[in-house]
């Protein structure tokens, strides 16, 4: 069965970082180009960074770009985060896309404080 489990996600401080993780099994995440949302309380889920199967190509929101930094290996996804703001506090979900197919993880809670 094809999954996708975050990991990494907690409490941290306005200014701090965290890097989560995002571990593939089940299929070969190298087919798949991969991604992160999240979702803040009491908001819709956006996208967040996006990055092509072969690395050649990423996107970030607006509201991360400079401070986050999305990558991948063979069978994980990550997402570094750095210089974090209150507003970045949300459910992250990472996701692989192959196609019309899209896998979505669990979801990791990122919690910011001042």
């Known amino acids: 069965q094809a999954q996708l489990a975050e990991s990494g996600g907690g409490l941290a401080q306005a200014g701090g970082s965290l890097r989560l993780s995002c571990s593939a099994s089940?299929?070969?995440?190298?087919?798949?180009?991969v991604g992160w949302f999240r979702q803040a309380p009491g908001r819709e889920r956006e996208g967040i960074s996006c990055?092509?199967?072969?690395?050649?190509g990423t996107r970030y929101a607006d509201s991360v770009k400079g401070r986050f930094t999305i990558s991948r290996d063979n069978t994980r996804v990550y997402l570094q985060m750095n210089s974090l703001k209150l507003e970045d506090t949300g459910v992250y979900y990472c996701?692989?896309?192959?196609?019309?197919?899209?896998?979505w993880g669990q979801g990791t809670q990122v919690t910011v404080s001042s």
């Open positions: 996701t692989g896309k192959y196609g019309t197919v899209t896998i």
């Open positions: 089940g299929f070969n995440l190298d087919y798949y180009s």
């Open positions: 990055l092509t199967i072969s690395s050649n």
